[in-house]
DNA sequence: CTAAGTGCAAAATGTTTGCATACTT
DNA sequence: AAGTATGCAAACATTTTGCACTTAG
């Protein structure tokens, strides 16, 4: 239930392209104009939500920028017990396996009350790379 | 260099009123409709946005809704050492006083080089009203 | 008098949609 | 043939902006 199309393949081949680094529609539709097989901008949101819902992409917001920020990440499929924290400098997304929030879990259950939700939370802050880099 | 005037004290009145309860600039809007001083769109989001710089205003997001939350925080002025849990079924957000992150701060740092920003970040999850509620 | 605040309508942004056409299977 | 995918341009939703005008201090 998913044909094989020509802008489909550009389009996943620009997007395994970028490995690990974030990218906005707007950067992957632009990339796509030097195609041999361009591709439109409806397209690329298209197949963008397809692939998000498959697992194969995240997506995520950093403030204050409006737009959504994708990041392949194809051989996380597995989501289900570690945390994704993000940069706020260089936008990256990383993956932590860690088990430190099966006790955290527990913890805002029974002290606040707060049933956590993995998938959805995101952990602000600064990578290893910008933390030397900035002041702030 | 902050002037009173009769919408500001109309729009700080109807913000009051919300207390704890999120609410969108356009709901806002659509309260100040009914009011003595109408209070135009352009001037909602300003005040708004300045509230928010003032920290009197909390804003945020919870997917899959597009339009930013508000909510008052007038009491909450020390932002620094609590952090927030946002209920994605009501979309309530929540303080929470307590210092777990303290170690998780150290934690994060030590095994995974990151440091997590606790202004920036919020925990999504189900409130203790809406657990009962949902089944997802 | 000057700085700040306001309203309006227009612009900007980022994303989605309707529809006719074209491709995959 | 049936079900998907595509491109285009128009629609969308939310928020921001320019500008002329008003108000507060």
Redesign the interface.
Known sequence: MTYRTKQRDVLLDKIMAYEEEPFTADDLILKLMSTSKPVSKATVYRTLDKLERDGLVRKY?V?PSESAFYQYVGQHLDCEDHYH?V??QCERL?H?D?H?FDD?DA??QN???????LQ?????????NC?GEVTL
Not at 111 to 117: G, S, V
């Open positions: 917001y403030e924290c940069c706020y990383f932590i860690c430190i955290l913890h805002f002290e606040h009350h707060f049933k956590i939700d959805r939370t995101i952990l602000y802050g600064l990578c290893e933390q």
